[in-house]
């Protein structure tokens, strides 16, 4: 069998992430060939990691896509808004996608997309790791087996962690809407398209209400300093100390500085220097700190999610249905079901279970399910039910960008018309 030969667009932690793992656990299937990257020790890493020839090595992802197809797959993880582009590009050439989500960063430019890409034959995967971790596949397992029966309600909860809010979207990449793109998208589309293969059915009608609450300049406690290396007098009291968060505990210090191993010297630079120094109150952060989402789907499924900082982390799920009742949190090793009938509860353990859902950890093993389903997909051996076509799983993004309208407008959505008024 011939190797599936692919090309990386964008070598950051996501990249390097998917690249390594198939390279680790699947080198006889898959081969790297060549890699865009504008950050030289980035492209570098991945270089000697894969062997790949330094002629295919380039800074610019236009200089191997203005070339011939030269592979089957094209890897674009790029930031949220250089994500079009390269997909669009790809496409046209013939290449195979794994796209790291979101998928675009306007609904008309994921609708794009997933037209083009059924025009062209080609497939998009697009990164949405929940579907493809022991927890979520076990539990689309006790869905589909009739335990709950039909589903009637679900209560859902991205609790998305005081510490990893701070880092992410106050002083992070995903800090602004002008800079990426709303919270409920960058983060929760993941949510949204989870929810939609859960239920089994399409989204009818979305509300939601969210706001940025408290990460904002009116609550900086007074004599704060604008970096917090300067000498906060508050930082022994402040959670989201930067110099503790980095320095000290060198939490998230890789993605702060953008080194994958970095010394101490780096982490006062990036202190010094860049955003992740940056007292939480007074960044130029304006995306929502805490949003809930109303969603209806076909036949009367009613969902409730809810997506808040305020927490220490972790995503946890109620499936109420005809039948029974499902409890599942994802940093625990099985999913309790209440029986109407019996009355008793049966505890279903999840499968080579995962329990750290973050980035540390794979987002519980979804960042290596991924990369073994796309290539088992590539060459013709997966077997599974994981998969979304490229229209359902734009579908479900706008899922997401219905909900931030909603939350702007004050209106009720209309799935059915959004979608449509996106189409070509």
């Known amino acids: ?11 950051g932690i996501r990249g390097k992430t998917y690249t390594d793992y198939a390279k680790d656990f699947h080198d006889d299937r898959f081969e790297l060939v060549a890699v865009a990257e504008p950050d030289e020790g980035r492209r570098e890493a991945v270089r ?76 998009v995967m697009v990164c949405h790791v929940l579907r493809f971790t022991p927890f979520f596949k076990r539990l689309k397992e006790v869905i589909d087996a009739g335990m ?99 320095l000290v505990e060198k939490e998230r210090a890789k993605h702060a500085t953008g080194v994958f191993e970095p010394c101490e010297e780096d982490i006062v630079k990036a202190l010094k220097e860049s955003p992740y120094g940056v007292c939480v109150y007074q960044s130029d952060n304006d995306v929502v700190d805490h949003q809930t989402v109303n969603l209806e789907f076909e036949g009367g499924a009613l969902v409730s999610f809810t997506m808040s900082a305020f927490n220490k982390g972790g995503r946890f799920i109620r499936i109420m249905g005809t039948k029974g009742e499902a409890t599942a949190y994802m940093n625990d090793d099985k999913i309790r079901v209440f029986d109407f009938l019996t009355g008793k509860t049966v505890e279903v353990p999840i499968l ?61 959505i209309d799935m059915k018309d959004y979608i449509a008024s996106f189409r070509k």
């Open 1 to 11: 069998m011939e190797k599936i030969r692919a090309i990386l667009i964008g070598a």
């Open 148 to 246: 709950v029966g039909e589903i009637v309600n679900v209560i859902h909860v991205e609790a998305v962690g005081h510490r990893h809010y701070a880092h992410s979207y106050t002083r992070g990449n995903w800090n602004n809407l002008e800079k990426s793109s709303p919270m409920i998208l960058a983060k929760s589309s993941h949510d949204m398209d989870i929810l939609q293969w859960l239920v089994g059915k399409r989204c009818t009608r979305v509300q939601s209400f969210g706001a940025l609450r408290h990460f904002k300049k009116e609550n900086c406690p007074e004599g704060a300093p604008y970096r917090c290396i300067e000498g906060c007098p508050h930082a022994e009291r402040c959670p989201y100390d930067a110099v503790r968060t980095y």
């Open 48 to 123: 000697k990691k894969h062997g790949i020839a330094p002629e295919q090595c380039v800074s610019d992802w236009t200089e191997l896509l203005n070339r011939p197809r030269f592979a089957d797959v094209a890897i674009i993880a790029t930031q949220d808004r250089q994500h079009f582009a390269p997909a669009m590009k790809a496409i046209e050439l013939g290449y195979n996608l794994l796209l790291e989500k979101p998928m675009a960063v306007t609904p008309e430019d994921c609708m794009r997309i997933a037209d083009y890409a059924d025009e062209k034959g080609v497939t």
């Open 352 to 412: 080579n279970a995962e329990l750290d859902e973050t980035i540390f950890g794979g987002h519980g093993g979804g960042d290596k399910g991924i990369v073994e389903a796309f290539v088992a997909l590539m060459d013709g051996t997966y077997e599974g039910n994981s998969l979304s076509d490229g229209i359902t799983c734009a579908e479900n993004h706008l899922m997401a960008f219905a909900a931030e309208e909603s939350r702007v407008t004050g209106k009720v």
